[in-house]
DNA sequence: TTAATCTCTATTGATTTAGTAGGGTTACAC
DNA sequence: GTGTAACCCTACTAAATCAATAGAGATTAA
């Protein structure tokens, strides 16, 4: 399971991509629309802003913006910042590579050989779908391809 | 990830697959060779039985054994007893369904729609892949799919 | 200059994780 | 038929994580 923390992050993000271009939106517009605590939004959105997916304005006037556009923001990436590894196993992940403490001979575990083609399942989705996927409408897909 | 707990499970189910058929495996056996601490492993076997996957055999000279075959026990069901749900979102869980709190238009929610093909994708691998394939020699893969 | 806005750190209560502890029950071996 | 080696079951606990809340500080537009 995903936690509450990175739905929040990815619902946050969808508001702001579909904001016009240059405005920023204040915190509490996003979120009063996506039903989030308003103190949590704002350290997720600090978050995201240290890990250079989105920029702020200070002051009067001030909010959020996307720093890339939104086709450049993967699920992956937020989820990698909201919630660490995506990998189902610490000895798996390619950002935060741990050992398995109970495992030494990592080429020949048994279990690691599955959840390996779990990540690679995992990642190929998330790495493959932005932001803008998640707020076209639905059907875009389908026009994309036949496009 | 997965926890340590499930990790547990699956390592203890190979030791069980490769036992001689019908002989017992004791706690301490598996425990000592899969470098699991006795009592946790004892809770999760206990749990196994409880779910249908293996038998235990009490008194002197008891053990647990498998109790379907090693080739129809699959990751998955495995990973559903111990850690619950495989989906990323409760709104995808297919044992476990609930709606998630802070969405109203589950058709239409952005996020659920790209989780819905990572858990797809998840749960191909999870439940095709069964404690026979572990146990399997490497590059049995290969040679299944040469003959 | 003031009020609106983001910034940052600390704290908290609930839950989950990874075990430990300690009896109780069963059945083989003698 | 008794001892003891095995599984059975429930409860407890320390540490970590999750989902916030709290509150003071910094910045900037009007």
Redesign the pocket.
Known sequence: MI???AKYALRALTVLAEADDGE?V???DIAAQQKI?K??L??I??DL??QGIVV?????????LLLKPADMITFGEVLRII?GPIAPLPCLSITAYRKCDDCDDEQNCEIRHVFAKVADATRKVLFSTTIADAVAPRGAEVTRMLA
Chains 1, 2 share one sequence.
């Open positions: 936690t509450q923390k920023p204040m915190i509490s605590p103190k949590f704002e350290q959105l600090l802003k240290h702020s304005r200070r002051g009067k006037q001030g909010g959020y919630d």
